[in-house]
T-cell receptor, first 112, second 109 residues
Framework: NAGVTQTPKFQVLKTGQSMTLQCAQD?????MYWYRQDPGMGLRLIYY???????DKGEVPNGYNVSRLNKREFSLRLESAAPSQTSVYFC???????????FGPGTRLTVL | RKEVEQDPGPFNVPEGATVAFNCTYS??????FFWYRQDCRKEPKLLMS???SGNEDGRFTAQLNRASQYISLLIRDSKLSDSATYLC??????????FGTGTRLLVSP
């Protein structure tokens, strides 16, 4: 089992460009999450999907959109990237929202 | 008050030492508690769950103190490879896990 996979691993964007971060899990988990991690700020939840077909905002949703494509896949879209979105983005999944989460390897995004 | 708080450290300890971290939480209704380890430029990895009765995994012991609303992680016989940031995670009662900002541990020879 690959666990949680994320693509791409690295990305550099110019201000105003758009992109989609992909995440997939093969653990048959119901819940999936997108976090960003910045120095000194810890993990901040952007959006989550408690189950297939549902999505909810987290702590820092502005500037992002998500799609729960199916049970396995949960994508994060930046419509118009800004330098403030330079960060490391982690996707995670869990059997349910109150269970332990398992993380993907992350995407390092730089917005110039 | 933050929902979950950790001392950022760093905790500098020599090899072989015993070190303990605490993590306090604000919601008394919290039900699930976890410790994660995060190496530099890597993803957080689940270290252990924290049960009401406490639990031990080799050199690592996790405990829950509901009365004072904190969890702890004890590492015995520290190894160089234990150097990392340790994150706690707490289910706050509103279903989602909330992560602390982490405690950095540096183990020196």
């Amino acid at each position: 089992n690959a666990g949680v996979t994320q693509t791409p691993k690295f990305q550099v964007l110019k201000t105003g460009q758009s992109m989609t971060l992909q995440c997939a899990q093969d653990m048959n988990h119901n819940s999936m999450y997108w976090y960003r991690q910045d120095p000194g700020m810890g993990l901040r939840l952007i959006y989550y999907s408690a189950s297939e077909g549902t999505t909810d905002k987290g702590e820092v949703p502005n500037g992002y959109n998500v799609s729960r494509l199916n049970k396995r896949e949960f994508s994060l879209r930046l419509e118009s990237a800004a330098p403030s979105q330079t960060s490391v983005y982690f996707c995670a999944s869990s059997p349910g929202v109150s269970n332990e989460q398992f993380f993907g390897p992350g995407t390092r995004l730089t917005v110039l | 008050r933050k929902e979950v708080e950790q001392d950022p450290g760093p905790f500098n300890v020599p090899e072989g030492a015993t070190v303990a971290f605490n993590c306090t939480y604000s919601n008394s209704a919290s039900q699930s508690f976890f410790w994660y380890r995060q190496d530099c430029r890597k993803e957080p990895k689940l270290l252990m769950s924290v049960y009401s009765s406490g639990n031990e995994d080799g050199r690592f012991t996790a405990q829950l103190n509901r009365a004072s609303q904190y969890i702890s992680l004890l590492i015995r016989d520290s190894k160089l490879s234990d150097s990392a940031t340790y994150l706690c995670a707490v289910n706050t009662g509103f279903q989602k896990l909330v992560f602390g900002t982490g405690t950095r541990l540096l183990v020196s020879p």
